[in-house]
């Protein structure tokens, strides 16, 4: 019998620059960045290699196994990465936790990173990082039928604040040599409930700054400007500072289509300030999913209330800095 590999794998929070790690967004405007920092909300899965040879089985919980074989590869994501790490399939994978389903927090990324990372263990392979991001986004890429970005795989593969430059040839990823505790105080990830589909507002957005669109190119490069910022003003751990990149990139993000903040949303976001945030914006695409406010050191829980009392189905589901990328914990 095969051994089972334990994986864990967190999602990420963007504190401002995503949708520029979708190609070619962050080469149509120069020296963009992307700031995200890993959170404790976790996949987490067993991974082995009991399945019979040619299919992939795949379940939730206590749940009975679903079982795949190679023509559901296109469509699924548990196939595809499977078949991708180990063509001849025989893979089991159980899974214990993950975002939830909408949450705008790269949960569907950290599951592709942790499976992958989890089928490598068991064969006692291992892949560079660079390689295992990209071939999750490209796998993503083809199950969804939109471009998608690297990111949340970034986020995932390497804990921590990270600021994700994109560069001619590549990324270059630099982890930001802040203490995750002074992050982790002033930052409050809350998930309104409210659901939306962030391929379709990234598709759009695409479109639009390739066609030229002004409004779309002009808040694209703002929000590039905004997340130079927010790095700078991180590495110089100042408060005030984080807080006005953040709330520019929101500003500047809500320009780029009507669905990034809808009414419902708007409203979970004012309320929020009112209490006494300094910024909040939508994480990944908007449009609903999380929220991510920073705030001063110890009003985190007036803040939340507040944010409870606006939506009453949303919930504060991290308030602190993951500092460990996807690790195999046992097996």
Known sequence: MNATMRVES???????GGTLDIWPLGMLHPGSVTVNAAIPVM??????????????????????WNRLDRSA???????????????????RVRVHSQASLGSGLGGSSAYAVALARGILAALGED????????????LEARILGVPTGLQD???????????????????????????????????????????????????????????LDR????????????????RKELLA??????????????????????EVC????????DAGIAAGAAAIKACGAGGGGSVLVWHPRKSREVISQALQAASVTGRVVAADIEEVGCRVVAG
């Open 237 to 258: 751990r100042d408060e005030h500072g984080v807080g006005e990149a953040i709330a520019a990139e929101w500003e500047a993000r809500k320009r780029l289509a009507p």
């Open 73 to 91: 590869e296109a469509t699924d994501l548990s196939a595809a990465v499977a078949l991708a790490i180990r063509p001849a399939g025989g893979v």
């Open 153 to 211: 795989h970034w986020a995932s593969v390497r804990g921590g604040v990270l600021a994700i430059h994109h560069e001619p040839g590549g990324e270059r990823v630099e982890p930001l040599p802040v203490q995750p505790r002074w992050v982790g105080d002033r930052l409050t990830i809350f998930d309104t409930g409210i659901s939306h589909h962030s391929g379709m507002v990234n598709w759009q957005v695409i479109r639009r700054r390739l066609d």
């Open 262 to 269: 809808p009414p419902d949303l708007e409203s979970v976001v």
């Open 10 to 16: 967190p999602c990420r929070a963007d504190l401002a």
């Open 127 to 138: 892949m560079p990082d660079e390689r295992l991001v990209m071939l999750a986004r490209d």
């Open 43 to 64: 996949v987490r899965m067993d991974v082995d290699l009991e399945a019979p040879e040619g299919e992939v089985w795949h379940a939730l919980g206590d749940a009975d």
């Open 215 to 230: 409004n779309t190119t002009d808040a694209l490069g703002a929000i590039a400007d905004a997340a130079r910022y927010c």
